[in-house]
């Protein structure tokens, strides 16, 4: 997208001064808006409307009462094209320890049910957060079925998988139908792309996608694709112990975002959603 005057003019940030093009994920267009004042970072969204960005904006409320999140600016529409302005972070390096800590204070702040107050329903997969009292009803029925149904429609979809995922479905309902969970609140997508240290080492967490859960489902998704060493894990140990037995649990969690990769880009991540199945 390129961003006019007549564009740029209408936006809630004055004397802008330079726009430059950085990166920030395959969903948005990222901007860096340079003023007088200073630098901003701003993410459009074309022809979607300021509705895609409400989820983020309240995600990053939920999460910023407990831990560091970028600071919201302003948010809005331009025409059709919605906008999201972020203050600038200069990144750094950091303490994974410290990282796991806020992960885990994050994961503290529960709630009486599953689920969240609004859905989203602007994504390439929009998530159903009706709010549940039951954490199988929740999970199976509005996160793990909704992706496979989208895999048999786009045909990448098989009877196996049909039948491994059936067996699947019944060992979790068994397991939790005499295990508690405790609804926390999730980031939802914490994969390595959506952390980041700033210039004086403090951790953040960015671009969540929040609703309460079981906490493993967060830290299922920080063990597919790296980026989460040791360390992060005694940290967020230290200050909220993960139940024993998470390791056998991790697969039922890693495949909600594997059923999203292999929805989104195709059947390069069949392999991995094969592997999750292949024990059941």
């Known amino acids: 997208m390129t961003l006019s005057?007549?564009?740029?003019?209408?936006?809630?940030?004055?004397?802008?001064?330079?726009?430059?093009?950085?990166?920030?994920?395959?969903?948005?267009?990222?901007?860096?808006?340079?003023?007088k004042s200073g630098r901003y970072f701003m993410k459009v969204q074309p022809k979607r409307g300021q509705a895609f960005f409400a989820h983020e904006v309240e995600g990053l409320h939920l999460l910023g009462e407990v831990a560091n999140t970028p600071t919201v600016v302003a948010t809005g529409e331009i025409g059709s094209d919605g906008f999201l302005i972020l203050k600038w972070i200069d990144t750094g390096s950091g303490s994974q320890i410290n990282l796991g800590k806020m992960v885990a204070k994050v994961h503290q702040q529960h709630a009486k049910q599953f689920g969240l107050d609004h859905n989203f329903t602007a994504?390439?997969?929009?998530?159903?957060?009706?709010?549940?009292?039951?954490?199988?009803?929740?999970?199976?029925?509005?996160?793990?079925k909704p992706l496979v149904d989208l895999a048999i429609k786009k045909g990448?979809?098989?009877?196996?998988?049909?039948?491994?995922f059936q067996s699947l479905c019944d060992q979790f309902k068994k397991y939790y139908s005499n295990h508690e969970i405790v609804p926390s609140l999730l980031h939802g997508d914490l994969w390595a792309g959506n952390y980041l240290f700033t210039e004086d080492g403090t951790p953040m967490l960015i671009d969540p996608d929040v609703f309460y859960g079981d906490r493993e489902l967060d830290i299922a998704m920080t063990t597919i694709f790296g980026g989460f060493s040791q360390e992060f894990y005694q940290g967020y140990n230290s200050v909220y112990p993960l139940k024993i037995g998470v390791d056998k649990r991790l697969g039922w969690y890693q495949l909600n975002y594997l059923l999203a990769h292999l929805n989104l880009f195709g059947e390069t991540y069949g392999p991995m959603v094969d592997q999750i199945l292949k024990p059941y």
């Open 5 to 35: 005057k007549v564009w740029l003019s209408q936006l809630p940030i004055d004397d802008i001064t330079n726009v430059k093009p950085v990166s920030g994920g395959d969903i948005n267009d990222s901007y860096m808006l340079e003023t």
């Open 156 to 164: 990448r979809w098989n009877d196996w998988r049909n039948s491994q």
């Open 123 to 144: 994504g390439k997969l929009p998530k159903n957060n009706t709010w549940q009292s039951d954490w199988v009803t929740f999970y199976l029925d509005q996160r793990l």
